[in-house]
């Protein structure tokens, strides 16, 4: 299920506890995933509060976001605190200033968000916290997964919501992190570079300011805008928004792109190493409604766990999990996450 927000005066006082008295506050429409988002401000300081509630399901992934804070602050907001009592997890961040980042060609905010995934570059996953890796988490649409193998800590979900633009650019909504090659990020980007009017060309000459894309196996990258395409087109074939459309457009283009790369250097296109959207997706993906949703949504369980047969009800990784995120994905483009942008018809037009 979708959480809903509640009312941030619910856990007032489990806030003020570390805020000291608040005299105002203001609570976002956007953080569909938080059934609480609101800044808080007491004394000279405004607080970004993103809250659960202690018995949600994905409470845990709280206290994944507090230990990620330290890795990753300095392209991010610092976390001041995090409180939780029998009915509230919360977090407290720094607040930070800006808008949402607006990708389209000649945009001011593309050359920022290009130095914040700078910054991002060379981040470590310690072992030991509970992220999962790009190789279990594309598994399913690749037979080559050890090519996204790596030990970056990685963010992947490069929506605007979730990059906040001032004078520099500042990447939040660390719930949902991955483990893996360090140009996936880059290649992540691309193609929401791609949705919002760039060619392929145009954004691959933005990722390829990040060194790591630059010196990445072109066949890995080939390979991972396959995947991609495979996977915003089944996010797009279980969801009627349009703007999960607009994205399997742009990663289709974007494959394609690195298609005729191969084509053009005399590979045939119908060989092992060149990309083939239709051909390739595995018969069982397309059964699972929510499947792809858990690929761009990771959850960290092991991947067996993730199918019909055995998921209970709510659990991580279960077809009611995934039905949530696609629901409060849902959710937040219609409450207008991404409205105000400058794209005429959603986050992802082209
Ligand atoms: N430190 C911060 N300072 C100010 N605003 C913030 C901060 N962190 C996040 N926000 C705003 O709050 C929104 C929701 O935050 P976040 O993405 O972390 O929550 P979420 O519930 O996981 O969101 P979603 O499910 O929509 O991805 C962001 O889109 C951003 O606009
Ligand atoms: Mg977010």
């Not at 949600?56 to 992934?61: E, F, I, P, S, Y």
Request: charged share 20%; with cysteine.
């Amino acid at each position: 299920m979708a959480t809903g927000k509640a009312n941030w005066e619910q856990a007032r006082d489990l806030i003020e506890k570390e805020t000291g008295p608040i005299t105002a506050a203001r609570e976002l429409a956007e953080g569909r995933n938080s059934e609480m988002s609101v800044i808080v401000y007491a004394g000279s300081e405004a607080t970004f509060v993103k809250g659960r509630r202690a018995s949600h399901r994905w409470a845990w992934t709280q206290e994944r976001e507090r230990i990620i804070n330290p890795l990753a602050r300095h392209v991010s907001a610092a976390l001041r605190w995090s409180a939780v009592s029998d009915d509230w997890n919360l977090l407290g961040f720094e607040c930070i200033p800006g808008e949402h980042a607006k990708y389209s060609p000649g945009s001011p905010d593309v050359p920022k968000v290009i130095d914040a995934l700078l910054q991002l570059q060379g981040i470590a996953c310690p072992e030991g916290i509970d992220v999962k890796r790009a190789e279990d988490r594309w598994a399913s649409y690749t037979q080559t997964p050890e090519l996204l193998a790596g030990t970056s800590l990685l963010h992947t979900e490069w929506t605007p919501g979730n990059v906040l633009v001032a004078d520099r650019a500042r990447l939040v909504d660390w719930a949902w992190p991955t483990r893996g090659a360090a140009w996936i990020d880059p290649a992540c980007l691309a193609v929401w570079l791609i949705t919002s009017g760039h060619s392929p060309r145009s954004a691959e000459s933005w990722a390829a300011r990040i060194p790591t894309w630059q010196a990445a196996p072109p066949a890995a990258l080939d390979e991972f805008a396959r995947i991609q395409a495979l996977m915003w087109e089944g996010i797009a074939t279980d969801s009627t928004e349009e703007w999960t459309t607009n994205l399997a457009r742009a990663s289709r283009q974007h494959a394609a792109h690195r298609e005729s790369r191969l084509t053009s250097q005399g590979i045939p296109a119908n060989s092992t190493n060149a990309p083939q959207i239709h051909n390739a997706r595995p018969a069982d993906i397309r059964r699972e409604p929510g499947n792809h949703l858990g690929a761009y949504h990771p959850d960290p369980l092991p991947s067996g766990t993730r199918t019909k047969a055995n998921a209970h009800p709510g659990a991580p990784g279960s077809l009611n999990h995934h039905f949530a995120t696609i629901v409060a994905i849902t959710i937040r483009a219609i409450q207008g996450a991404f409205v105000g942008e400058g794209l005429p018809t959603g986050p992802m037009s082209t």
